[in-house]
Structure formats: C-alpha cells, structure tokens
C-alpha cells in the first residue's frame, strides 16, 4: 500500500470517527437552559473540540493500525470480495 493510500485510509477512519464522537456528551444550550439570542437552542455550550480531537486520533490511531495489519498481511485481499469473478486476471480465463 502506498503512503497516500494509507493516509487517506487515516482520513476516512479520522472523520469517520469524528462524527462518532461529536455527538457524545454534548450540551446543548437548551439542556443548560440559556440560550443565546439569534442562534439554535441546539447549539452546543462547551463543545471541547480540542479535546475530542485528541481522542478521536487516539481511537483512529488503533482501528488504523488494526485496519493496516489486515491489508499488509493478506489476510483480506480484494479477491474475497470478487463474488463475480470481475477480477480475475486475463491469462486465467
């Protein structure tokens, strides 16, 4: 695997799991009871960004890495997912 698909492989688990988390213990300004004027009760009140960011590269690190191993190592190939035989090579058929 190239070095760019490996980076984008990390960009898609990173955002992936972005919006995973993103979501998770959020208040909103309604649940806090204040709600600023001309935006969204919505909206979130701390929405911490640094510190999700932090912890989506954590868990994106680990799936990578796991996801990584899987596609150096052959144990999933492209393949395993030839379920009608679009990928064989020309000289086999």
Do not use: C, N, Y
């Not at 999933?76 to 030839?82: A, G, H, L, P, S």
């Amino acid at each position: 695997m190239a070095i760019t698909s490996a980076l984008v492989l990390f960009a898609i688990i990173w955002f992936l799991t972005l919006f995973i988390v993103l979501p998770l213990r959020l208040k909103t300004q309604e649940d806090v009871g204040k709600v600023a004027r001309g935006t969204p009760a919505s909206a979130p009140v701390d929405p911490q960004l640094k510190k999700r960011a932090m912890i989506v590269t954590a868990i994106t690190v680990v799936v990578w890495s796991i996801v990584m191993v899987v596609i150096l190592s052959g144990v999933i190939t492209v393949e395993d997912f030839d379920w009608f035989d679009h990928f064989d090579p020309p000289s086999s058929r």
